[in-house]
């Protein structure tokens, strides 16, 4: 029968260093690191496929995607995550010695860069949303899925901190190279066109879904937090 619906996991990581936040899909795509540069190839044969077949697409440019499921039974396992949010939740459970801030210099207001986290359940209805979409006819788009709100590095150790209650060691080292000072998504196009309305668009609520996570594989408990 072939496949004539097809959703696609792309990146932010297109936009490279946007010129205006929150980004829009219409942005200009000018990747400034591998990963980036190899979602945006996949796009254009994407594209090119679905222009000359009955291929119809939805290409879902993911911000940085974080948490764990609410209900405490789905979660990250990677030993070697990169991503903020797990490491920092891994230094306050004492798994890491400490957290590295990896440039001090950009031009954001504390000097590190600004990114737009989006939980993991909204981006699992995102992908629903879209599945929908296509299903009842809808036409081929790119879409951005992240909330429009941005949080610096030290923002995001400073409420893993507080959320947490632990004072864990952080370091500054040099930017490393690919790393833009600031993106946040624009995400008024999937909300007009698919009807996506996001549930946790909350840092607070992310991190600490984290760490439940985390906590539980511990044997722990996190003391119950007002959203």
């Excluded at 097809?6 to 260093?17: D, E, K, N, P, R």
């Excluded at 010129?19 to 829009?24: A, D």
């Excluded at 030993?79 to 798994?95: E, F, G, Q, S």
């Excluded at 995102?126 to 951005?144: K, P």
Aim: aromatic content about 10%; charged content about 20%.
């Amino acid at each position: 029968m072939g496949i004539n619906q097809f959703i696609f996991s792309s990146t932010a990581a297109v936009y490279g260093q946007a010129k205006e936040n929150p980004v829009t899909e219409s942005a200009p795509t000018q990747p400034i690191n591998p990963y980036g540069r190899s979602k945006l190839s996949s796009e254009w044969l994407i594209r090119d496929y679905g222009a000359t077949s009955s291929l119809n697409y939805v290409i879902l440019r993911y911000f940085n995607v974080a948490g764990a499921d609410s209900g405490g039974k789905l979660g990250q396992m990677s030993p070697n995550a990169t991503h903020l949010i797990k490491v920092a939740c891994d230094a306050a459970l004492k798994r890491k010695p400490e957290v590295e801030i990896f440039g001090t210099d950009f031009p954001t207001p504390d000097g590190t860069g600004i990114r737009d986290y989006i939980h993991v359940e909204d981006l699992a209805t995102a992908h629903i949303d879209a599945l929908r979409y296509l299903e009842q006819g809808g036409e081929s788009q790119i879409f951005n899925c992240g909330y429009g709100q941005g949080y610096s590095v030290r923002q995001v150790i400073d409420r893993v901190k507080a959320i947490s209650g632990v004072n864990f060691r952080v370091i500054e080292s040099d930017r490393r190279p690919g790393d833009p000072a600031c993106v946040t998504a624009c995400a008024d196009k999937i909300y007009k066109v698919v009807g996506w309305r996001p549930k946790y668009n909350n840092l607070d609520k992310i991190i600490s879904t984290t760490l439940t996570w985390e906590m539980q594989r511990e044997g722990l408990v996190l003391d119950a937090i007002a959203y």
